[in-house]
């Protein structure tokens, strides 16, 4: 179905905020930040101990905490995919084993309609600036060296700098819009391997600047459109491997080099923060902070290796090895009391922080049970603006715009599908099912749990209550073989 196209006049003077119209020719400014590997444990407004996130806690005193957030994937690269197209990432062959793609080819479809497609149709400067993970180009060999399309610009951003997939990936360059930025015109651009370091770059990103780097250049688009509705997707690299603060966060928190890395991050929000006020751009924006699965519980085999860095003080590079099993020690509990953590399919992979603030709309200091996943923000800002979603786009995105404006939504979300290599979780009212069937290595193996009597997943009653079993396999079974769940 088309969209039903009205005059952006139209538009603006139909859309009720709050009970009260937004003033002829405003629309809201939006930044949505999300972090990486970030779990509920590591802000402090959620619970964290051990490392103090003022700035985040202040988006949360000053809008509305959730508690039943959930994203679609338990890792990077499948979460991203449901954030930018309303669609649960097992749905796409790329990512239906549920884990990061091996490729580098771009695998959201030109055609589709994304959240940034939706905003420069609303009229939005739009950016990607941060870890985009979700490929550049087309075929199985990329040719680094050439220009990069498609890419974020032909799926919705007018700009685009990214880190292409993680903080430690072999890249070690950054992307401006369809090219490696600073490549070196007298040599061939090879990516790092081993022992052998990135060739035909004129400057490798250094690791523990990579968030500065990423903020300013947040920082200079704001700057640049602030006379114009703008639309920020900004996704740093904190706190994925590598662990490397800058110089001034180390030793700051509680929780080792681990903590110090979530502060820094917590600081770039607080930048990005101060100047919309600097701007006087609050009342007029809305700001989202999410992450895009849960903590991760160990460092991986790569951590702390191959680094370039701008200050060596403070061991960081040998601290990167071990700093989320250091912090562990400490007692950080990177996901509170939620069993396991990133590519698990059990709370810990999947449930994370949701805060989102728009001053004078959403009232300050509150929280919310409602269940929202990492897919609908398409649905939402397509109901915000009184569009209709295209056939064949966010097939499994439900508004929520009644936690923006109260406006009354016709299709909440009941339940979710989640999704990780391991296995595929179906959440349902209270009931939550993992499914092994669909796992890498399928296997006939399911668990059922109660998670209003059971949150912390430790007692399986799949065994006890075959008909609940059943059921809940049934519904999972339904929306996979459906292609769509709205």
């Given at each position: 179905?088309?969209?039903?196209?009205?005059?952006?006049?139209l538009?603006?003077?139909s859309?009720?905020?709050?009970?009260?119209?937004?003033?002829?020719?405003?629309?809201?400014?939006?930044?949505?930040?999300?972090?990486?590997?970030i779990?509920?444990?590591?802000?402090?407004?959620?619970?964290?101990?051990?490392?103090?996130?003022?700035?985040?806690?202040?988006?949360?005193?000053?809008?509305?905490?959730?508690?039943?957030?959930?994203?679609?994937?338990?890792?990077?690269?499948?979460?991203r995919?449901?954030v930018?197209?309303?669609?649960?990432?097992?749905?796409?062959?790329?990512l239906?084993?549920?884990?990061?793609?091996?490729?580098?080819?771009?695998?959201?479809?030109?055609?589709?309609?994304?959240?940034?497609?939706?905003?420069?149709?609303?009229?939005?400067?739009?950016?990607?600036?941060?870890?985009w993970?979700?490929?550049?180009?087309?075929?199985?060999?990329?040719?680094?060296?050439?220009?990069?399309?498609?890419?974020?610009?032909?799926?919705?951003?007018?700009?685009?700098?990214?880190?292409?997939?993680?903080?430690?990936?072999?890249?070690?360059?950054?992307?401006?819009?369809?090219?490696?930025?600073?490549?070196?015109?007298?040599?061939?651009?090879?990516?790092?391997?081993?022992?052998?370091?990135?060739?035909?770059?004129?400057?490798?990103?250094?690791?523990?600047q990579?968030?500065?780097?990423?903020?300013?250049?947040?920082?200079?688009?704001?700057?640049?459109?602030?006379?114009?509705?703008?639309f920020?997707?900004?996704?740093?690299?904190?706190?994925?491997?590598?662990?490397?603060?800058?110089?001034?966060?180390?030793?700051?928190?509680?929780?080792?080099?681990?903590?110090?890395?979530?502060?820094?991050?917590?600081?770039?929000?607080?930048?990005?923060m101060?100047?919309?006020?600097?701007?006087?751009?609050?009342?007029?924006?809305?700001?989202?902070?999410?992450?895009?699965?849960?903590?991760?519980?160990?460092?991986?085999?790569?951590?702390?290796?191959?680094?370039?860095?701008?200050?060596?003080?403070?061991?960081?590079?040998l601290?990167?090895?071990?700093?989320?099993?250091?912090?562990?020690?400490?007692?950080?509990?990177?996901?509170?009391?939620?069993?396991?953590?990133?590519?698990?399919?059990?709370?810990g992979?999947f449930?994370?922080p949701?805060?989102?603030?728009?001053?004078?709309?959403?009232?300050?200091?509150?929280?919310?049970?409602?269940?929202?996943?990492?897919?609908?923000?398409?649905?939402?800002?397509?109901?915000?603006?009184?569009?209709e979603?295209?056939?064949?786009?966010g097939e499994?995105?439900?508004?929520?715009?009644?936690?923006?404006?109260?406006?009354?939504?016709t299709?909440?979300?009941?339940?979710?599908?989640?999704?990780?290599?391991?296995?595929?979780?179906?959440?349902?009212?209270?009931?939550?099912?993992?499914?092994?069937?669909?796992?890498?290595?399928?296997k006939?193996?399911?668990?059922?749990?109660?998670?209003?009597?059971?949150?912390?997943?430790?007692?399986?009653?799949?065994?006890?209550?075959?008909?609940?079993?059943?059921?809940?396999?049934?519904?999972?079974?339904q929306?996979?073989?459906?292609?769509?769940?709205?």
């Amino acid at each position: 179905m088309k969209y039903k196209y009205k005059f952006l006049g139209l538009i603006i003077s139909s859309l009720l905020l709050c009970h009260g119209a937004l003033a002829q020719g405003e629309k809201p400014n939006i930044v949505f930040i999300m972090a990486d590997d970030i779990g509920m444990g590591d802000i402090s407004t959620y619970g964290a101990k051990l490392i103090n996130t003022p700035n985040i806690d202040k988006l949360a005193d000053q809008g509305r905490q959730f508690e039943r957030y959930y994203t679609a994937g338990a890792v990077c690269a499948p979460t991203r995919y449901s954030v930018i197209t309303g669609r649960y990432p097992f749905r796409t062959k790329e990512l239906e084993d549920g884990i990061n793609p091996a490729h580098d080819y771009l695998f959201v479809d030109q055609d589709r309609e994304t959240i940034g497609t939706l905003m420069q149709k609303m009229g939005y400067k739009t950016a990607a600036i941060g870890k985009w993970h979700l490929g550049y180009g087309v075929g199985e060999k990329i040719n680094w060296n050439a220009t990069l399309t498609p890419g974020p610009n032909d799926v919705g951003f007018d700009y685009h700098w990214g880190v292409p997939r993680n903080h430690s990936d072999d890249f070690r360059c950054y992307i401006e819009n369809d090219k490696i930025y600073g490549l070196d015109p007298n040599s061939t651009y090879k990516m790092a391997s081993g022992d052998r370091r990135v060739q035909g770059l004129l400057e490798e990103r250094v690791d523990d600047q990579v968030d500065s780097t990423l903020t300013a250049k947040v920082l200079d688009f704001i700057r640049e459109n602030k006379e114009e509705p703008f639309f920020v997707y900004f996704t740093p690299v904190a706190a994925h491997t590598h662990v490397t603060p800058n110089a001034r966060f180390r030793g700051t928190s509680k929780a080792g080099q681990y903590g110090d890395y979530v502060q820094e991050l917590d600081y770039h929000v607080g930048e990005v923060m101060a100047l919309i006020k600097e701007l006087n751009l609050e009342d007029n924006t809305i700001f989202i902070f999410a992450s895009d699965n849960g903590g991760q519980l160990k460092d991986t085999n790569k951590a702390g290796l191959g680094l370039k860095l701008a200050d060596e003080s403070g061991d960081v590079a040998l601290k990167a090895k071990t700093a989320k099993i250091d912090a562990r020690a400490m007692g950080h509990k990177t996901n509170l009391d939620w069993r396991e953590g990133k590519a698990s399919p059990y709370e810990g992979g999947f449930r994370v922080p949701l805060i989102i603030r728009w001053p004078g709309k959403i009232a300050s200091g509150s929280t919310s049970s409602k269940l929202i996943n990492s897919s609908d923000f398409l649905a939402t800002f397509a109901d915000f603006f009184e569009q209709e979603l295209p056939e064949g786009s966010g097939e499994d995105s439900f508004s929520f715009l009644d936690e923006l404006n109260g406006d009354k939504v016709t299709q909440p979300r009941k339940s979710v599908a989640l999704h990780s290599s391991k296995a595929r979780s179906f959440v349902d009212g209270d009931w939550k099912l993992i499914d092994f069937s669909y796992s890498v290595k399928a296997k006939d193996e399911y668990e059922l749990y109660n998670l209003k009597e059971d949150p912390s997943e430790s007692n399986n009653l799949a065994a006890s209550n075959p008909k609940k079993l059943d059921e809940m396999r049934e519904k999972l079974k339904q929306i996979v073989d459906a292609g769509r769940s709205r």
